[in-house]
């Protein structure tokens, strides 16, 4: 996951700025469950508490976007989920956003996120790849899956745009959006594009 | 705070029911912050799966539903937020509901949980009394302000129901309904009518 | 349809609550039509008014909640519909919910009272069973119908609760839920839980 | 109230369409109440019922809209409510309607209706003068507090267009939108023009 | 397109109004893309703005709607576009409606434009025949094809009326709709109805 | 206006962006009616082509986006508009935002464009200053009006996020967002900050 952050932050690296991608040892491995959301925010904030002072944004880089609000309240500089950020760079590439998810079990969430940002008649559907966080080093195997999800957000859905709903999908944007011949957003991409931006206000 | 849960519960007791109204020790003194909300779950976690065999349902009896979807994910028994149950409770009661908070702070959380509920087009308005946690002690002081506050949204915001938008309220509903002329609902009984309706199926 | 409501009626009744069924006599047989809804309204009002002042509450046992603001305006005492009931008990057990209906015919009037109660972003879909009021009496046809319309809801309408969509189905909520593995809801049973909660504050 | 339909007939009538305003002789003497709604149902069925093979189009001129799906149900040729034309009218005007209702008591119904429209977005606001059917009679007094209350609509609500919530205030239309200087909708010749249109068809 | 308009037009100068039907001859061949739109409103201005003096209303009949706002802007009578009204004499005539769309490109403008009327909740599906402006004139071809789109949207996306989305297909109305079994809206009909309306306020 | 473009666009270049900021000659010395709108479209449109072989992106610089949908049908590469990147900005921000536009006259066309964005229950309000372009240039003048408006967004109508609705307002950002105490958007900003991220990939 972090090696996916690494790829979608490359480009803004080689113009200049700088970029840290922190892997929390002590949150949790993976984070599919409301209990493993729960668990990433203390080590998140309790790092960004303690870089605050040399950063100009932070990123939570879990399409969840844990803490995002908590982190928000208690530091200064500008935090972006990539949840968030993903969902609404797609709205400025598409009427209709479609979400490659990895668990169903993820689904309601997503559904009550959208909801609280008021995006829902945007929607066009979100649909799971029935992958699990252990399944996305098989590169392959999840990009034959994100078309064939895609396909369908498409086709049956109506999605004129598609949203890459995780963090460990930055590499295959390109190719997805090749083959499925429409814009397909990288919410890793999208959350850094805003941070970046920020950075320059310093 | 439990004195005003203990009030609601009383006339379940009466009736035959076995509420038990718990005070988390290693909990947060008062829930006002994103940070106090995360604090609160882990101790409500702990504890519910330690009684969950002996239990019918459980209630959170927080506004701010601190742990709703976690404790639901954890546990197999149903589990009830106030702020949830007192909405709903408010849309059987009126066509645009108000709602009473504590602290203009927690408004923008309200409405983020409003629109993942999807009930924004029943929503008259929220208003603060711009009170703290510590203002609570003071019945009648707070009593007037929720007067002054619900006749605002009465008749400022067009509610017809008011959800009064904390768990330390539930001696005030009575007097406030008279006061108000219109239905006040407290969120603690909302959440007791429905884990008690549960536990009879038992 | 009697049956099914002293069905749902039996735990409160355990637990000493006191429920009275009653059948309405020079009502319509069975309610699919905008006439009957109609028809059923002047039977029920007077009924209420004879008995209110022995009531703590009324619920009206059909799920196209006829006459539910009417009675509201003319009774002191509260009114629950198992409609509106059945659609929020819905709303605390999953974020999108489906409803088993009857007859293809009830759709956009469910559509409308749905959009009425505001609730339009949480609907993953109101599909018909294609039976009428006679076939309810063949449980086990019903049933193997139940299951199948609920297995769409789940699969391709993206449901995570089930609403039956009538006041005869009480029986099969335990069958169908295990069938299903996800919640279901019976609209009798939540309306007779908000009426219980209600009765204990007389 | 028939005289305002009436009015608002003339320029069809002029144009060489036939239409008939009818009072139902057995139906309430004004409709405020949930109560007189359902009571002018019947009398509207069995008259639409009894000339319908003359009929090209049936209006309901009440703001109300009572028994338009029932009537919509039983009849072969269209039926068109004042309520649900008016709005819609509204639409094409503005931008953000807004309404000038009689009874504060009626808001709530509107609010049920314009939802079940699904229009609510569109709305600016509903508000009521204070005035019973009776008032209706006083021209002038009526006149005046429309101005009041279109103004606030315009001013504090934002509306760029205005709905007259009932069917007796055809004669005031072009006064009003003189004097607010803005589009003002009559419900009866929004629902008239539809009616027309039908008819032209046949 | 104009013989279309010119079958719609029909009925209403069989009454007795004066329409008049005119091409635009500096205007784009056909209307498919957003620059073709933009193409389209200047001659109508200029056209409008020449014969405005005579006018009682003007109807913009293409369901893009190209020029609505601008004209409504320049012009003192009322100006209708066949979109807007069409999408609002399908609200009158069923819960859900469901558009028959040429091409797939024109979807995403409808969403946007759905959105901006305010009226998602009310859409059933927008489905493109997969037609272009050429393929008009095979009639057969045309219908045989209404019929299949319309068919889903009734079967698989639950619309219970449904609204023609092009200028250019008056002629199939009333077949359509007996074939399909349910209210087919002409948007060229529609608004023709409001401007004949409008016209006799003359 | 364009040298509110040029200040916003400031620390792009700083760090190495390369931004060229264009005047259309041709185009309308102003925009604020729809026809200016319309009169904006060509010029940009033909200039976009002539230079879309060096440019990464398009910004179109003004809040109402004026061929934004024809732009993007246009050019291979990605439009952004300031309106659509401004309010999406606002939405990561906080939860309800607040517009300070410059007339009255342009919030109906606002209205429209949220409804399309599908982000009405972010809206907290639109409030016009009641200046023209021309008064744009009393720079003093501006900004107390903008705190003012600013002020009632923010205790009126309950913004927690301000949007900065117009092109020429850049300036005024950082002193707006001390003053009100609460984050202030510039558009050009937002718009810009995509702009830049895309043109990374390139």
């Known amino acids: 996951m972090t090696a996916a952050i690494e ?3 490359a480009p803004f690296r080689a113009a ?3 970029i840290v991608c922190v892997e929390m040892k002590d949150g949790p491995a993976g984070i599919v469950t409301e209990s493993e959301l729960l668990d990433a925010v ?3 904030l309790s790092y960004a508490l303690a870089v605050e002072a040399d950063a100009a944004a932070f990123v939570i880089a879990c399409f969840g976007d844990p803490g ?3 982190l928000r309240e208690r530091l200064k500089c ?3 989920g990539i949840g968030e ?3 609404l760079a797609a709205l400025a590439r598409g009427q209709r956003f479609g979400v490659i998810s990895l668990l169903q ?3 309601p969430r997503h559904m009550r996120w959208f909801g609280a940002m008021g995006v829902h008649s945007r929607l066009a559907g979100d649909r799971a790849m029935g992958l699990g966080v252990a399944d996305l080093k098989n590169r392959d195997a999840m990009f034959s899956r994100m078309v064939e999800v895609g396909q369908m957000l498409k086709q049956q859905d109506g999605a004129d745009v598609i949203l890459m ?3 460990a999908m930055s590499f295959h944007r390109a190719a997805l959006e090749a083959e499925l011949e429409m814009p397909v957003i990288d919410p890793n991409f999208a959350a850094l594009t805003w941070a970046d931006g920020v950075s320059k206000l310093r």
Chains 1, 2, 3, 4, 5, 6 share one sequence.
């Open 7 to 9: 790829f979608a932050a």
């Open 16 to 18: 200049g700025s700088n």
């Open 42 to 44: 203390a080590p998140m």
């Open 68 to 70: 995002l609000h908590l």
């Open 78 to 80: 500008q935090v972006f």
């Open 85 to 87: 950020c993903g969902v």
């Open 105 to 107: 079990s993820s689904i």
């Open 165 to 167: 709903g995780g963090a």
